[in-house]
């Protein structure tokens, strides 16, 4: 909901749902938000305003939070839909803890959407997105990264080179 549609809102409506971040002010104030997800891709400002993610594509449900084969991941993993050709809108339908075997490297045009679930992805090389474009990532929890594989890198956290249109919203990352 942008705004000036918040403005045909009565006044304790929009108190009720207005969070001071503007971001969350453009979705949240829709009572119908969990069913126009891909709303989010509107709400973008600044570097990543113009990130797509995942919007136009199929929503993908993460059903499993393993990750034993990080060259054939299993369908209902994080991974399997992050290495996916077509845009795709990620998200949980429940709390989920992802440990990761190794980094997860993301293809374009995806988004990971954890709002209403509290999703942690956590171990491995945690994520790297290197010559893609058009990612969001939305309220997720990332920590405790370590190097793994052949990385050339001493802290492997959250590695972007060469990313365009990122959008980046209520991401946490700590270093443990």
């Not at 006044?11 to 979705?27: M, R």
């Not at 069913?35 to 990130?51: P, V």
């Not at 991941?73 to 795709?88: C, D, H, M, S």
């Not at 090389?125 to 370590?146: A, D, R």
Request: glycine letters at 10%; proline letters at 4%.
């Amino acid at each position: 909901m942008g705004r000036r549609e918040m403005l045909g809102l009565s006044e304790k409506e929009v108190a009720s749902c207005l969070t001071g971040n503007p971001i969350d002010d453009c979705w949240k104030c829709d009572p119908d938000w969990a069913n126009n997800r891909q709303r989010l891709a509107d709400c973008g400002i600044g570097f990543g305003q113009n990130a797509k993610g995942g919007k136009g594509g199929q929503f993908y449900i993460v059903t499993d939070s393993s990750d034993e084969d990080a060259v054939n991941p299993k369908p209902g993993t994080l991974r399997y839909a992050v290495i996916q050709n077509e845009p795709l809108w990620i998200v949980f339908p429940s709390n989920m803890m992802i440990k990761l075997s190794q980094e997860l490297i993301f293809n374009s045009y995806k988004t990971i959407d954890g709002r209403g679930a509290d999703v942690h992805i956590v171990g491995g090389g945690c994520i790297t997105l290197q010559y893609i474009s058009n990612v969001i990532i939305h309220n997720i929890h990332i920590h405790h990264c370590h190097p793994s594989g052949n990385t050339h890198h001493s802290i492997v956290l959250c590695y972007i080179l060469s990313s365009f249109s990122q959008f980046w919203k209520k991401l946490t990352i700590l270093f443990y």
